[in-house]
């Protein structure tokens, strides 16, 4: 079964911190998609990255990193110098497979960011 | 990629009435799929919704509280019955795109629903 844990409820750092989310997957699939969604106070889910199975290189994308481990299946996030827009709840997701699949979410990790 | 709609935006009921959410997609998809999320929680997956079958149910969520339909390839409508405070949440729409190593996935904006 499929299972995603975002330890982490809530975090609360400083504006300009550096702050790491985690996110630890379940799977018995060989191949399947990792996600990172935010979720802003608006409630809309903004999409961030998706990454295959096959794909282990870590990415970066401006002020957000991703690290992906599949020796310890892992796939954390992180974000430079954070702002207060940055401010949501961040949801780590999982889906089995290729094509046409759902999506398995953790339970979110609200990050706050103080002025 | 995909856009979604969906109507209501936000709604508030009362207890004991249904409402009929709307998804409208852009293009067309095979499936697509219906998530809740609770005041503070995740998103569960309520239900598939292939076009031309029944959809498929998830754990603890049946046809008779949540009526689906899909009658082509870029509608669907979700149906919250009887409803009660417990079903106030963010109703979302989602559909997914997928062919080879391609598995893209795509939310609608939500409908927020409060019952009193």
């Known amino acids: 079964a499929q299972k995603v844990t975002q330890a982490q409820t809530e975090i609360s750092v400083v504006e300009k911190e550096d702050v790491t989310l985690d996110c630890v997957y379940e799977?018995?699939?060989?191949?399947?998609?990792l996600f990172w969604y935010k979720q802003p106070p608006s409630g809309e889910l903004v999409f961030l990255i998706r990454?295959?199975?096959?794909?282990?290189q870590n990415e970066i994308s401006g002020r957000y990193s991703w690290n992906f481990q599949k020796s310890t299946s892992s796939f954390n996030f992180t974000i430079t110098a954070s702002q207060v827009v940055d401010s949501a709840v961040y949801f780590c997701?999982?889906?089995?497979?290729?094509?046409?699949?759902?999506?398995?979410f953790g339970k979110g990790t609200r990050l706050s960011v103080i002025a | 990629s995909a856009v979604i709609s969906q109507k209501p935006s936000r709604d508030i009921c009362q207890r004991g009435t249904s409402l009929t959410i709307q998804c409208q997609v852009d293009?067309?998809?095979?499936?697509m799929f219906w998530y809740r999320q609770q005041p503070g929680q995740s998103l569960t997956l309520i239900a598939t919704?292939?076009?031309?079958?029944?959809?498929?149910?998830e754990s603890g969520f049946v046809i008779d509280k949540f009526p689906i339909s899909r009658p082509n390839l870029t509608f669907s409508t979700l149906t919250v019955s009887n409803m009660s405070p417990e079903d106030s949440s963010i109703y979302l729409c989602?559909?997914?795109?997928?062919?080879?190593?391609?598995?893209?996935?795509?939310f609608g904006p939500g409908t927020r629903l409060t019952v009193l």
């Open positions: 997701a999982l889906s089995e497979s290729w094509g046409n699949t759902p999506l398995v």
């Open positions: 990454r295959n199975s096959f794909d282990e």
């Open positions: 799977t018995r699939d060989t191949t399947y998609y």
């Open positions: 293009s067309q998809v095979t499936m």
């Open positions: 989602s559909v997914s795109h997928g062919t080879g190593f391609i598995n893209e996935q795509f």
């Open positions: 919704a292939n076009q031309g079958s029944e959809a498929t149910y």
